[in-house]
Nanobody, 120 residues
Framework: QVQLVESGGGLVQPGGSLRLSCAAS????????MGWYRQAPGKERELVAR???????NYPESMKGRFIISRDNANNSVYLQMSSLKPEDTAVYYC??????????????WGQGTQVTVSS
């Protein structure tokens, strides 16, 4: 099994910044892609950013400019630096990974989510 533990969420004022962290552990042989998704109340889960093992990043057009994803392969961790936050960024943010397990099979896993609330 693979576990993802997120941290760093909370309440922030509009225009503020937050840094989310996610650490993976368990029966992982190789992590290919790590990413952040978010889900606001009444909306579908959407991609915020993802990064592959080589550091190549992918952001949907709507997320470019205020979010920066990074990862630490040695510690199986991924981070999301968020700046100039807006109320519409309020959501539960989920960490995700895609990789290979110890037996070679494809694995995908989700964290439990961390709440980000942008409000004055």
């Amino acid at each position: 099994q693979v576990q993802l533990v997120e941290s760093g969420g909370g309440l922030v004022q509009p225009g503020g910044s937050l840094r989310l962290s996610c650490a993976a552990s368990g029966n992982i042989f190789l992590i290919k892609v790590m990413g952040w998704y978010r889900q606001a109340p009444g909306k579908e889960r959407e991609l915020v950013a993802r990064i592959d093992r080589g550091g190549i990043t992918n952001y949907p057009e709507s997320m470019k400019g205020r979010f920066i994803i990074s990862r630490d392969n040695a510690n199986n961790s991924v981070y999301l630096q968020m700046s100039s936050l807006k109320p519409e960024d309020t959501a539960v943010y989920y960490c995700n990974l895609v990789g290979r397990g110890l037996l070679g099979g494809l694995i995908t896993s989700w964290g439990q989510g961390t709440q980000v609330t942008v409000s004055s």
